[in-house]
């Protein structure tokens, strides 16, 4: 059984960066891509950013282009997002998950895919 822990959540101002990470329980992490996807108040979780294992390819949504960076430390099963530049409309609860095996492109984008969810840790974003 797979168990991911999200960490880093806050509240922050307009501009400020924070980093997320997520600690993974099991033993095929390095097998596995990685991805974070965030829900705001009222809407549908959406993609953020996912990596895959081996070659470790990024995957990003627009929005988050250019601000947001997925990185992933296979030894101690964690996967990190760092976010800078942060909005108010970076204001959400943030899920760390894990597919089973590996994406390619805009696959990785649908949460379907994923097999395993964190538990999320907020994002507050004041302008």
């Known amino acids: 059984q797979v168990q991911l822990v999200e960490d880093g959540g806050g509240l922050v101002q307009a501009g400020d960066s924070l980093r997320l990470s997520c600690a993974a329980s099991?033993?095929?992490?390095?097998?596995?891509?990685m991805g974070w996807f965030r829900q705001a108040p009222g809407k549908e979780r959406q993609f953020v950013a996912a990596?895959?294992?081996?070659?470790?390819?990024?995957i990003y949504a627009e929005s988050v282009k250019g601000r947001f960076t997925i990185s992933r430390e296979n030894a101690t099963k964690t996967v990190f997002l760092q976010m800078n530049s942060l909005q108010p409309e970076d204001t959400a609860v943030y899920f760390c998950a894990q597919i089973v095996g590996y994406c390619s492109g805009v696959g990785c984008r649908d949460r379907r895919l994923y097999n395993y969810w964190g538990q999320g840790t907020q994002v507050t974003v004041s302008s």
């Open positions: 990596i895959t294992p081996g070659d470790r390819n990024t």
């Open positions: 099991g033993r095929i992490f390095v097998v596995n891509t």
